[in-house]
């Protein structure tokens, strides 16, 4: 450390770490939602140093639309345990009985039901009145405008005009029995600040980031993986061998992948600094309609 | 790794002055912009673009016009670029008058204000309004980007009469450090790279400045604040102040001292996962151990010995108002600055201040997007640095305690003298000798509950009960002041917060008067029944929680008001259409389901007899 100065990422995480201490300090019963990615990594590594020596005191939870990544859930079982924390894992039940997926519904429905849905399902079945979460606002054009603490009201719903200016490092967190807040400490990071928070304090990330011969088929534009066998193949289509990586993670038949050689952190970085894709790209979400992820947040995605 | 620092900086124009080609070109020069962000760029250059066709870069920014459209709240905009030398955090809000309250939000956490400049129109009046914010939020330095300099030849004398005129008007509202620079968003002269059209010019390009401009490190040279949000308290042995070190250094072996208590020790270790820290600094957040047991909680203020921040309850305070429901001098408020949270009441507006020419207007009122000062009285004391010489601890922001919301911020200018303020003066006829003289020690008994629970029923007998025993008492209840001193009050929020807060005030000139006060009135919100126990002094303020649910509530409906409320014909009703919010700490709960009335009152009337209320010599 400077005498006299912090580095953009010292600042970066002292301002995560005050706000996850303010959801802790002004909230009843908050919960970090954990979403297994690289954000959530480097938003969990920020919350074992804000409390430490004592654990982070909240829960992790992570909604389960049982159409993730293998590796990606094998991770978060060895994350919580490593880490100590307790991990609550909800998926919603209903949902399942139905046999949403994302081939049948479509990623409209498929979200909207194991994702959203199951979302507000989990906050109303524990009572929880903040849920932190790792979005940032460079993700995308809508988000940025949207407060570190976001108010729900008691639906759950997103409404522009209840959202309170922010002014210095004073939070409002206040509000009525019912309400909720989603609080986002990594607001003013970019994805260039988490890879390079990543790399700088060796953060385990999961291994789908990093280059590997992978089967994938190619769909709409987009190289989707072959995870496991209930994603249907059509007659022509055989998964090959390629060597790709991914830039986020999702449910796997909604995540692109893009081809690539960097198998180490640090050429991760060196390629997302030569890159000319955005990293929403790789969503399949995304591209349902232009205000598509606006109108997600007003829904609650968020 | 490269030890890049961070820049936040704000932007001011007027419309169409080109701040989104601007910061779009920031934007796209720092190679932020993505092939698919370009190609979708591209696309609607082609349908909305400016300029026929080609690349419009305000486009990668403004998405103003469409919220208009829309009518979406027009907020500030967090946008996000760097360079291999800093992290930029850029604060973008809409100029125009009525958006004051965000202009204030941006500039609240910026370092330097990037203000825009049209070449062909110079300064108008909203570059002032603009530069006063800046300036009255602590904002030192200023980038002067004279723009559009293609439509005005890149004219020398263009440049230097718009920016000598800017410099003179800029000193009286004590902005002096700025730099002046001349450029073309559009073409992008001077914007990254040093323009061959303004050869006259030598100073850097917008960029090179940005990257290289000296943040104050002010905030590092100020004394030691540090406001502790959250006690760390993972064992016996470990308890430990975490919280944001505000501005300053400390150091282990340290000497802090705790306010508002003004208790000192010494700093024993600066507790980090990365290992114990010798030193830390302003930005940092951290955790401290102390030498010594002392009493420290969230809320106070940890601060260097040599000059430790004042304390007081009354100051002196410029006020942005943001709340669509202006701000009213003696209406209840709460506080928060740093980790507190306190209650606050504006007591005076002394004026308002026109933001286009920096008069001071008399005002009795304070509306959305205005500024004022007045004076505010807390309802306890506070660590405090004036505004001007520390951000962090000399902002604040005001909550509405029946909304929740935001309703304004402020700067705190000065604490007022004692002797400038109305206090109570301590007479020797005071409420001790006005209830000796009674028998009795004055004291309240504040009833809340359901409509229905059975508040006015318990009260009265237990008022009988206590004027058989000689006892001098009065019952406030919604008969007796609904129809008087607030016939003029009705149903809405803001009536409600009233009724009670003169209720609350009714109670305490009362209980002054060395009477037992019952108050029974619904009083769904913890906010305000705070605020009646703020005014009290410890143990004369008894809570009585009557504990009905509403269902039984409901199924009594004595007055028939459930079954008007749930035909709709009564809005607002506790319970139906408006939250009850049941005490969490109050002294006395009585659950109406397992006891009777009768019951009730003797247990009310035996725990006043416990408490001392009723006189030693004539105890029942
Ligand atoms: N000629 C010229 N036009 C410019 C310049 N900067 C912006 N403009 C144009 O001025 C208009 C308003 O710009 P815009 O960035 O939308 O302004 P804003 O309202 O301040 O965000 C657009 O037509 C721009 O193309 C410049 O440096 N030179």
């Known amino acids: ?302 | 790794m490269d030890r890049t620092s961070l820049l936040r900086f704000m932007t001011c124009g007027s419309v169409d002055d080109g701040k989104s080609t601007l910061l779009g070109r920031l934007l796209y020069e720092s190679q932020l912009i993505f092939d698919d962000q370009l190609a979708a760029l591209a696309a609607d250059s082609k349908k909305f673009g400016t300029q026929g066709g080609d690349l419009d870069l305000a486009l990668l920014v403004d998405g103003l016009a469409a919220e208009r459209e829309q009518g979406i709240t027009i907020d500030v905009a967090y946008r996000y670029f760097a360079t291999r030398r800093r992290k930029f955090i850029v604060a973008d809000a809409p100029g125009h008058e009525q958006y004051t309250r965000n202009m204030v939000t941006a500039a609240s956490t910026a370092d330097l204000a990037l203000i825009l400049i049209d070449a062909r129109k110079g300064v108008l009046p909203q570059t002032r309004r603009h530069s006063y914010i800046v300036s009255l939020l602590g904002i030192r330095k200023a980038v002067l980007a004279i723009n559009k300099m293609d439509l005005a030849g890149f004219r020398q004398e263009t440049f230097d009469s718009i920016t000598g005129g800017y410099r003179e008007f800029a000193k009286q509202i004590g902005l002096d450090d700025i730099v002046a620079i001349p450029v073309s968003a559009l073409h992008g002269d001077n914007v990254t790279q040093s323009s061959v059209n303004t050869p006259w010019y030598r100073g850097p390009a917008l960029m090179e400045h940005l990257e290289s401009v000296e943040i104050q490190q002010e905030l590092s040279s100020r004394p030691f604040r540090m406001p502790v949000q959250w006690v760390n308290r993972p064992n016996q042995d470990f308890r430990g102040f975490a919280g944001m070190i505000a501005s300053g250094a400390v150091e282990r072996g340290g000497r802090v001292k705790a306010l508002p208590s003004g208790q000192e020790s010494r700093v024993a270790r600066i507790v980090t996962q990365d290992g114990d820290f010798g030193r830390a600094i302003a930005g940092q957040s951290v955790t401290l151990t102390l030498e010594h047991e002392i009493d420290i909680s969230r809320g106070d203020v940890l601060a260097s010995t040599d000059s430790p921040a004042a304390v007081a309850d009354q100051f002196q305070v410029t006020l942005i108002w943001m709340h669509e429901e202006p701000m009213l001098p003696e209406r209840p408020y709460l506080m928060k600055i740093g980790a507190a949270t306190v209650g606050a009441t504006v007591t005076s507006l002394k004026y308002k201040v026109s933001v286009n020419t920096i008069e001071h207007l008399a005002a009795k009122k304070l509306g959305l997007n205005e500024i004022g000062v007045c004076n505010i009285g807390l309802d306890r004391r506070i660590p405090f640095d004036p505004y001007t010489e520390n951000r962090e601890t000399g902002g604040f922001i005001l909550i509405d305690r029946f909304t929740n919301e935001t309703a304004g911020a402020g700067l705190i200018q000065y604490a007022l003298r004692r002797a400038d303020n109305i206090h109570w003066q301590a007479l020797d006829v005071n409420r001790t000798a006005r209830s000796g003289l009674k028998g009795q020690k004055a004291c309240a008994l504040w009833f809340t509950g359901l409509s229905g629970a059975g508040k006015s029923t318990i009260a009265n007998l237990v008022e009988k009960r206590l004027l058989a025993a000689g006892k001098h008492t009065y019952l406030l209840d919604g008969d007796n002041v609904r129809h008087g001193l607030n016939k003029d009050l009705g149903f809405t929020d803001a009536d409600r917060v009233e009724n009670i807060r003169r209720v609350a005030e009714v109670m305490r000139l009362m209980v002054d008067a060395g009477l037992i006060v019952l108050v029974a009135f619904i009083s769904p919100f913890r906010s305000e029944r705070r605020m009646a126990r703020g005014l009290m002094a410890d143990g004369e303020f008894i809570e009585v929680f009557v504990d009905t649910p509403l269902a039984e509530a409901e199924r009594r409906d004595r007055k028939g008001l459930y079954q008007k409320a749930r035909r709709g014909e009564l809005k607002n009703f506790t319970g139906i259409d408006s939250p009850y919010e049941a005490p969490e700490h109050a002294e006395i709960r009585i659950d109406t389901m397992a006891t009777t009335a009768e019951q009730a009152a003797e247990l009310l009337f035996r725990r006043l007899a416990a408490a001392g209320i009723l006189g030693e010599a004539r105890e029942d």
């Not at chain 1, 139905?98 to 081939?103: H, K, R, S, T, W």
């Not at chain 1, 903040?130 to 976001?150: L, M, N, P, T, Y």
Request: charged letters at 25%; proline letters at 6%; a neutral charge.
């Open chain 1, 1 to 302: 450390m400077n005498d006299v100065s912090l580095t953009h990422l010292q600042a970066l995480e002292a301002e995560s770490i005050h706000i996850m201490r303010e959801v802790v300090a002004e909230c009843d019963n908050p919960v970090m939602l954990y979403s297994i990615g690289k954000d959530s990594a480097a938003m969990l590594h920020v919350a074992m140093k804000a409390f430490y020596p004592a654990k982070p005191p909240f829960p992790l939870l992570h909604i389960d639309t049982t159409w993730k990544f293998r590796e990606m859930i094998a991770f978060r079982d060895q994350t919580a345990e490593r880490l100590g924390l307790r991990l609550l894992v909800h998926i919603n039940a209903e949902g399942l009985a139905q046999g949403i997926n994302p081939f049948t519904h479509g990623s409209g429905v498929h979200t909207d039901v194991m994702k959203t849905q199951a979302l507000k399902q989990a906050l109303d079945k524990y009572g929880f009145d903040a849920a932190v979460g790792g979005a940032r606002r460079d993700e995308e054009k809508s988000r940025a405008k949207e407060r570190v603490f976001s108010f729900r009201s008691a639906q759950h719903r997103w409404d522009p005009k209840r959202q309170r200016p922010e002014l210095w490092r004073l939070y409002n967190a206040r509000k009525h029995k019912g309400e909720s807040f989603r609080v986002f400490p990594m607001s003013n990071w970019t994805e260039l600040d988490v890879w390079q928070y990543i790399a700088l304090e060796n953060i385990p990330v999961v291994p789908l980031y990093l280059a590997k011969l992978r089967p994938v088929v190619e769909r709409g534009g987009a190289l989707i993986m072959v995870d496991d066998e209930r994603m249907p193949l059509a007659p022509a289509e055989t998964p090959m061998m390629k060597k790709v990586r991914f830039r986020t993670l999702g449910c796997y038949p909604l995540t692109g992948a893009i081809e690539s050689e960097a198998e180490t952190l640090a050429a991760v970085i060196e390629e997302m600094l030569r890159t000319r894709m955005s990293e929403r790209q790789g969503r399949v979400i995304d591209h349902d309609a232009p205000s598509s992820m606006e109108k997600k947040k007003q829904e609650g995605y968020f």
